[in-house]
């Protein structure tokens, strides 16, 4: 493990290479930081999400922002909506290609850069925004919620979820988001409704969730310590489990 010199910069959320993740390849390059396997590919839905369908959640043109490699998309296209899934990595949207065939499903994937969408040429009525917004620089957010607004019709719901630092031992990704920041950043364009603590499942083993979180930690500055504590629950299906907030808002 590399610990920071007081000389260098702590790594932030823009310093990670998240196409190089799902590539298998470490995410910095001044550093052998590397998830294996990416944690949010869970090999299908998460439970979340599927509650929320089951519910009434998603209606008309869906667009799942930062979709990775596609089973959110493909769940909900199986469930009979239309979807278009955008993500910045090329080789997700290839592997997510591939899983909608394999599903035989019609999705919509575009490479596309979240904080502007400008090669997205649909207006949509429900968002997806499913574990994107803590991996967004903080200078690029403000951006990415106007481009959102932008791409969806009015009275347009968003399901958001996002790791937060104000949920207690929560998973340690290098920027600071909070209940705070998510009103002020969501601000006029988007109404939060509501916002409350879900669980989010990983691929994590314990031993993967130590070690990548102490590295995380300790190339951002933090206590590598704090890895022992970060608050997770094992599902019924035997996966980790880590604290997230979820947003519910609707565009004005």
Request: glycine share 10%; hydrophobic share 40%; aromatic share 6%.
């Amino acid at each position: 493990m590399v610990n920071p010199s007081s000389a260098q910069r702590a790594l932030s959320v823009g310093d990670l290479d998240f196409d190089a993740a799902y590539r298998g390849k470490p995410m910095t390059a001044d550093s052998e930081l590397s998830l294996g396997p990416v944690p949010w590919d869970i090999g299908g839905p998460q439970p979340v999400l599927v509650e929320l369908e089951e519910g009434g959640g998603f209606e008309g043109h869906v667009l799942d922002i930062g979709c990775g490699t596609g089973d959110n998309a493909v769940f909900l296209a199986g469930r009979g909506h239309r979807v278009t899934g955008v993500d910045g990595s090329p080789h997700a949207i290839e592997r997510a290609r591939r899983r909608a065939a394999e599903a035989d499903v019609d999705v919509e994937f575009l490479v596309g850069d979240a904080a502007r969408l400008d090669d997205v040429p649909h207006r949509f009525d429900t968002v997806l925004s499913s574990a994107l917004y803590h991996c967004l620089p903080e200078e690029t957010r403000d951006d990415h919620v106007a481009a959102l607004h932008r791409v969806c019709r009015p009275g347009a719901r968003m399901h958001l979820f996002t790791f937060g630092v104000d949920l207690a031992d929560s998973y340690p990704m290098p920027t600071h988001i909070d209940q705070r920041e998510l009103r002020l950043r969501l601000g006029d364009l988007w109404n939060v409704d509501h916002i409350e603590p879900v669980r989010y499942a990983t691929s994590f083993t314990p031993e993967a969730l130590h070690d990548v979180s102490a590295r995380l930690l300790d190339l951002a500055g933090g206590d590598p310590g704090r890895a022992c504590r970060i608050d997770h629950q094992v599902d019924v299906a035997g996966r980790i489990a880590l604290r997230m907030w979820y947003v519910r808002a609707v565009r004005t």
